[in-house]
């Protein structure tokens, strides 16, 4: 389904997909209107179905829960409309639907334990007649990759998160934070505009969030159902040894498969 030139174009949108498609067809030796139908065409294909920006959340104070949930044997149609209900509801990033031993994961984004636990809550005023098993996690450290596998010669495009001395963000600086978060391709000009601000402030501002590894890279939401793929979320419980941990993670490094680790 993807010829070479969709590749080149996905690989060069995750990499940056703030790039302009005519700065893309010039990587490409192509032309911009080609470009400019190409993506059109996989966003109407529905495998881009969107753009995020990757962000170091670590950094800013806030921790990432993965919450992992087992039904009771519901149907798919009450699994669906919990599933609705919580991507609703304000303090949890996403949720999705998987197989395996757990049906649901839910991602929430808090600053600490005692946050999470007023979120799983609501979480359980949601559904908890109908959870029969439930864990979680905490997502403090780690790396994203793209999507290597995709392509015929893969880019190492991978950004790290990692704990450490937190930074604290101005007005400003939150701002520009959260528009880009929602609008990940928005311009520094239409931000400016937003903000009522000036554009060499709002460049500054956005520079800064780069310098500081606030912001690590947009890119696009790749649907890769489309064309073929599955998506397995692998949990591991270790041994306490460091070199252990440090083999496992250069394993994941190095296999194109394997997109995220953390």
Partial sequence: MLDKLDQNILQQLEADARQSNANIARKLKTNKAKVNYRIERLQKEKIITGFKYITNQVILGKLSFGLLVQFKGILQDKE?????????MEGIAWVSAINGKWDMIAVIIEKDIQAFK???QKVFS?????????????DYEGSI?????????????SVKYVSGNNIELNKTESDVY?????????SLLQIASKLNKTYDTIKAKYNYLKSKKVLLRCSP?????????????????????Q?????????????PN????A
């Fill in 221 to 241: 939401d790749i649907n890769i159902k489309v064309i073929g793929y599955k998506e397995f979320l692998c949990l591991f419980n270790l041994e306490p040894s």
């Fill in 145 to 157: 990759s793209g999507h290597k596998y995709l392509y015929d010669s893969p880019r190492d495009i």
């Fill in 118 to 120: 007023i979120i799983l």
């Fill in 178 to 186: 959260n528009l880009l978060k929602k609008d990940p391709r928005m």
């Fill in 258 to 261: 394997i997109i995220r680790y």
């Fill in 126 to 138: 949601v559904c908890g007649e109908q959870i029969k098993e439930y864990c979680f996690y905490v």
């Fill in 243 to 255: 070199e252990k941990l440090n083999r496992l993670l250069d394993f994941c490094v190095k296999q």
């Fill in 80 to 88: 669906e409309e919990i599933i609705n209900k919580l991507n609703r």
